[in-house]
């Protein structure tokens, strides 16, 4: 297994477009590290660079120590699966996991007890004699990982593996990567735009948005404390809501909103003393205002949604649509108005117009 370094890694495609831009990157032997980012952040560009099937503009990627920019792909001991499972159809699932070996001159010993051993782990030893066509979607991309697990590579690279899987089935193979991970101590490195993905697998989440690498972190970090609005508004289901306004200390501590409106602010709570008086964006998750009995915002209900575990409520402050989550059971009627208070000790507060987070 190695470790993989990315140093100032960019790529402009020809024609000028920047897919990546200075990215590093520093990925430990064994670690499981996701790229994730909206469409078109650059992410299979990145992996791609890594993998050699796209030429590297500036920078260097290095595995295991090794600076391969100029290292064909088959020689740097990288195995990637991709969104489509590519399987050969005219051949059965034992002739599609043995190809590879066969193709580098592996003995028929040697190829027996390596399909064997990675059909065990992937559960796929009674699917041996089929033909791709024969099996499920799930199924397809176990034997496509099944391909990538034979040839014993020293890293794993994954972009968007799980895309064409239905949503029950996409969940599964979830943990069953997560699983092979923890057996093999492998470093993998994953690509999503998922960032539920992202977050169940990844050890370090690496956080893109056009071309550059926005924050690298632990899951919880980025929830607790991302580095930027971009971040912020990425990582969460349902999206951490933004208010403009301005931070006013007239009795209580409130945000001053555009509309004249105040929403005030919870007592315990000590925004950075630079942050007074100006013009910032505050970030709140849905999960973090409570429905509170007196005090607090009076927002006029739009939507409910009953879950059964939570209830999502949609309102509005100061004219920002905002999404409130609640208990299973609220006692709220659309037309009529919930009282908000967000929560103190999670609130984040972000510059007015870079976006940039300002420290609590
Ligand atoms: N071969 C190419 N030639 C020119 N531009 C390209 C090429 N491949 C990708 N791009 C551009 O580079 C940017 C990054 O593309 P990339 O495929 O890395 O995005 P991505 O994050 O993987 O997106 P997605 O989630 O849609 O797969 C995009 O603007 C894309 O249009
Ligand atoms: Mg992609």
């Known amino acids: 297994m190695a470790r993989v370094e990315l140093h100032g890694v960019g790529k402009t495609y020809p024609g000028g477009v920047m897919a990546a831009e200075d990215v590093n990157l520093d990925v430990a032997d064994g670690e499981f590290v996701v790229l994730v980012g909206p469409s078109g952040c650059g992410k299979s560009t990145t992996l791609r660079m890594v993998a050699g099937l796209e030429s590297i503009t500036t920078g260097t990627v290095s595995i295991g120590g090794r600076v391969v920019n100029d290292v064909e792909p088959k ?9 489509s499972y590519a399987l050969y159809p005219h051949m059965t699932v034992r002739d599609n996991l043995a190809f590879g070996l066969k193709l580098r001159g592996a003995s028929r010993e040697e190829t027996a007890t390596k399909v064997a051993a990675a059909a065990g782990v992937l559960g796929i030893d009674e699917l041996l004699d089929r033909k791709p066509r024969a ?11 099944g391909r990538a697990l034979v040839r014993d590579p020293d ?36 690509v999503t735009h998922d960032q539920v993905e992202a977050m169940t697998m990844g050890q370090r989440i690496v956080v893109m948005h056009k ?25 969460g289901s349902p999206a951490m809501n933004f208010l ?6 007239d009795g209580g501590l409130h945000l001053a909103l555009k509309d004249g409106a105040a929403l005030p602010l919870p007592a315990g709570w000590e925004p950075p003393a630079a942050a007074l008086g100006r013009d910032v964006v505050l970030g709140v998750r849905p999960e973090h205002l409570d429905l509170v009995t007196g005090g607090g915002f009076a927002a006029p209900v739009q939507v409910i949604e009953p879950l059964g575990n939570e209830t999502l409520l949609y309102t509005e402050i100061g004219g920002a649509a905002v999404t409130v989550r609640g208990p299973g059971r609220v006692d709220a009627v659309v037309g009529g108005a919930v009282n908000l ?13 870079s976006g940039v987070a300002l420290g609590a």
């Open 341 to 353: 208070l967000p929560r103190a000790g999670h609130l984040h507060l972000f510059e007015a117009g």
């Open 244 to 249: 403009d306004g301005r931070l006013v200390r």
């Open 155 to 190: 890293v794993f690279l994954f972009d968007e593996p799980l895309s064409n899987l239905d949503a029950k089935m996409r969940v599964q193979m979830r943990t069953e990567i997560s699983r092979l991970h923890h057996s093999l101590g492998a470093t993998m490195l994953y």
């Open 75 to 83: 020689d740097r001991n990288i195995a990637m699966v991709f969104q």
């Open 135 to 145: 099996l499920s979607g799930g199924q397809r991309q176990r034997v496509a990982l």
């Open 211 to 235: 071309g550059r690498v926005q924050q690298v972190d632990t899951p919880l970090n980025l929830y607790e404390r991302p580095a930027n609005r971009f971040v912020a508004g990425f990582i």
